[in-house]
């Protein structure tokens, strides 16, 4: 079983920065691709980043935070982190960390776990 806590959400200035951390428990973290979704009052949930999770690192980013915000992972400490640089009002949402494991041939699905979210509020 895995589980996933966030933290490192609070309350900062347009411009600011944030860092925001992903614990996992459970094992094998390092086999799942790990990503950070954000919904914001009264809006779907979304996603925001991703990074995967075998040999050859990769990272995808939506249009709206890419050049602002970095998604890294120390597979060591069972940790996924969120960097938010020049954070906009409009990035105001519960961030949530997600765990996607899959088989590497057709990629089925076998665990998704998402985290409680952690409150991101940027003031203009």
């Known amino acids: 079983q895995v589980t996933l806590v966030e933290s490192g959400g609070g309350l900062v200035p347009a411009g600011g920065s944030l860092r925001l951390s992903c614990a996992a428990s459970?094992?094998?973290?390092?086999?799942?691709?790990m990503a950070w979704f954000r919904q914001a009052p009264g809006k779907e949930r979304e996603f925001v980043t991703a990074?995967?999770?075998?040999?050859?690192?990769?990272?995808y980013y939506a249009d709206s935070v890419k050049g602002r915000f970095t998604i890294s992972r120390d597979n060591a400490k069972n940790t996924v982190y969120l960097q938010m640089n020049s954070l906009k009002p409009e990035d105001t949402a519960v961030y949530y960390c997600?765990?996607?494991?899959?088989?590497?041939?057709?990629?089925?699905?076998?665990?998704?776990?998402w985290g409680q979210g952690t409150l991101v509020t940027v003031s203009s």
């Open positions: 459970g094992r094998a973290f390092s086999s799942y691709t």
């Open positions: 997600n765990a996607d494991g899959r088989t590497p041939s057709f990629g089925i699905r076998y665990l998704e776990v």
């Open positions: 990074v995967s999770w075998n040999a050859v690192v990769s990272t």
